[in-house]
């Protein structure tokens, strides 16, 4: 089950008593817990009628207590249990010991009141497990979304938002801010503000108000130099240099995301969908496709040759061979050539 699934049964009304909810992508996980909260409470019954518990200190036992104790002056209650450690392949590290069969015995006759949910911070789950297998239909995965997904959802937000994107500026605003939903978030809060209701996006917009880290900054930078976007990509690079960048540091950071480029190159070779390559580089799937992107102009020895003069720059930089500014200014110079 996915969680637009899960979304779309809960808002027919179709509520199952207990949910298992695993992944990374926190933003999407509390979107889900949040959507769930105000469809099974009432508002002026949420203070009393939901309850929170941690795994690592409390134990299965009391949560299902819990859900099966009738709720205080509210129809339905809901019962959310962090830390679900025991679904995993994990050591449990808290003091709490557990003993899940006491929760596929509950499954067996729910509380027709209660909705427990079960909140792992995991990338995935042990499938052997007999628990696992047994809620495997009611469990959700939150992990990251492809690069068109993660596109969508931005457009997704901007409409709740009542503006548009206009034709490139969606792509540009993920490349300044990054994957995590969160900041995403934030910025599409920012530009909505800005825009006004029915408003449009440009990529102008995008420029002049998102806030773009370091890390963003060296991933355009590269972006724009592999484009051939000169003037912008030494725009970049004296902003960060007047921010206090160590030009050491741009080096790094330069090299990691030439690094990139070669490891999907090589990996592409394998036939792995860019899903695949992200979980096997522990990256998000947008930076995979970027990185993609950016690999059709170089070929591989070149990009080899690439990381032997980053490697090289570093050494004369930290050698006092070399003016670390002029030293970088000479080789993105050489790159573009």
Known sequence: MDYKSAARDIGKGSISPVYVCYGTESFLLREFLDFLTQKLIEPEYREFA??????????????????????????????????????????????????????????????????????????????????????????????????????????????????????????????YAGSALQTLAAEIEKLSLYVGSGGVVSGDTVDKLVTRSTEQNVFILIDDIVRLKLNRAFTILYELLKQREEPVKLVLLIARQFRIVLQVKELSKSGLSQQQMASQLGLHPYAVKIAAEQGHKFAPDRLERILQQLAELDYKMKSGKVDKVVGLEMFLLGLAA
């Open 50 to 175: 939901v309850s929170k518990y941690d795994l690592a200190e409390t134990s299965l036992d009391v949560v299902l207590d819990d859900a099966q104790t009738l709720p205080f002056m509210a129809p339905k209650k809901l019962v959310i249990a962090s830390n679900a450690v025991f679904f995993t392949g994990a050591k449990e590290s808290g003091k709490v010991q557990h003993q899940p069969e006491k929760l596929l015995d509950y499954i067996k006759a729910p509380s027709d009141f209660a909705v427990i949910v079960f909140v792992v911070e995991a990338e995935k789950l042990d499938e052997r497990k007999k628990i696992v297998k047994s809620l495997k239909d009611i469990t959700i995965p939150f992990t990251a979304m492809s690069a068109d997904g993660l596109l969508q959802w931005v457009e997704r937000q901007a409409g709740r938002k009542s503006f548009s994107f206009a034709e490139g500026a969606a792509d540009q605003l993920i490349l």
